[in-house]
């Protein structure tokens, strides 16, 4: 009786692996898209500042649902002397997210309140700017 090489049972069994894996579908745990592409998935629009909140909506502009919708909240602080400014920057970051899922075309509100008060401080402005951090978009079988 003949024996087949190792060599050969080695090749045989990596190829057939690798013809097996080419039928499952790829799916990637994230990607990661520049500003203009996520805005024509998820953007933020209606965006009111007062003292203690920032309200605004998140639109879906996909034929797809999102969920997991991270938005950054930036309170960021200019100088009215921008060539001298103070030692203490009381610029700061939130992250908040939004707790629903929001449908193909659909819209959510949201308004953010932050668990500590701004700093009062003079020589200066906040700016706020809210923008979208991450989501999800969920893929349904057949779209």
């Given at each position: 009786?003949?024996?087949?090489?190792?060599l050969?049972?080695?090749?045989?069994?990596a190829?057939?692996?690798?013809t097996?894996?080419g039928?499952?579908?790829?799916?990637?745990a994230?990607?990661?898209?520049?500003r203009a592409?996520v805005?024509?998935?998820v953007?933020?629009?209606k965006?009111?500042?007062?003292d203690t909140?920032v309200?605004?909506e998140?639109?879906n502009?996909?034929r797809?649902?999102?969920?997991?919708?991270q938005?950054?909240?930036?309170?960021?602080w200019f100088?009215?002397?921008e060539?001298?400014p103070?030692?203490?920057?009381?610029?700061v970051s939130?992250?908040y997210?939004?707790p629903?899922e929001?449908?193909?075309?659909?819209?959510?509100s949201?308004?953010?309140?932050p668990s500590?008060p701004l700093?009062?401080?003079?020589?200066?402005h906040?700016?706020t700017?809210a923008?979208?951090?991450?989501?999800?978009?969920?893929?349904?079988?057949g779209?």
């Open positions: 009786m003949k024996t087949v090489p190792s050969v049972l080695v090749s045989f069994f190829l057939a692996c690798l097996v894996g039928f499952c579908p790829a799916v990637w994230q990607t990661i898209r520049d592409a805005e024509r998935i953007s933020v629009d965006v009111s500042v007062t909140s309200s605004g998140v639109i502009h996909s797809n649902a999102v969920r997991d919708v938005l950054l909240i930036r309170y960021i100088w009215d002397n060539t001298k103070g030692s203490n920057d009381p610029s939130f992250y997210n939004l629903d929001i449908p193909p075309g659909g819209r959510a949201f308004t953010f309140k500590q700093a009062r401080t003079s020589g200066g906040f700016e700017v923008s979208i951090a991450g989501f999800s978009e969920v893929f349904l079988p779209r």
